[in-house]
């Protein structure tokens, strides 16, 4: 079993920015593909960000592209969500997941047997 645990949220004005980190434990907690999801309320959980294990090939919701960046740290099994420029309608509450590296289709939430308990992430106007 993989156990995720983030930490970061918190409240910011519109511009700002914030960090969220995702810390992974068990025992399968290495060679896993990253992602992170959020939720506002009254909707669908939806992609925001996802990184394999590999080579840490990156891939964005349009979204937030240009705005968010996705990281891994292998050696310590964690992973990051640096957000920047952030919008009142990135609000919600965030969630990391994580997969087996031999996992594809990484956009897609099925595709995650682990995910963390979430962190809310608010913006204000």
């Known amino acids: 079993q993989v156990q995720l645990v983030e930490s970061g949220g918190g409240l910011v004005q519109a511009g700002g920015s914030l960090r969220l980190s995702c810390a992974a434990s068990?025992?399968?907690?290495?060679?896993?593909?990253m992602g992170w999801f959020r939720q506002a309320p009254g909707k669908e959980r939806e992609f925001v960000a996802r990184?394999?294990?590999?080579?840490?090939?990156?891939y964005y919701a349009d979204s937030v592209k240009g705005r968010f960046t996705i990281s891994r740290d292998i050696a310590k099994n964690t992973g990051d969500l640096q957000m920047s420029n952030l919008k009142p309608e990135d609000t919600a509450v965030y969630y990391c997941a994580a997969a087996p590296y031999f996992v594809t289709r990484l956009e897609e939430k099925p595709s995650y047997p682990y995910w963390g308990q979430g962190t809310q992430v608010t913006v204000s106007s």
């Open positions: 068990g025992r399968t907690s290495s060679s896993l593909n």
């Open positions: 990184i394999t294990w590999s080579i840490g090939r990156t």
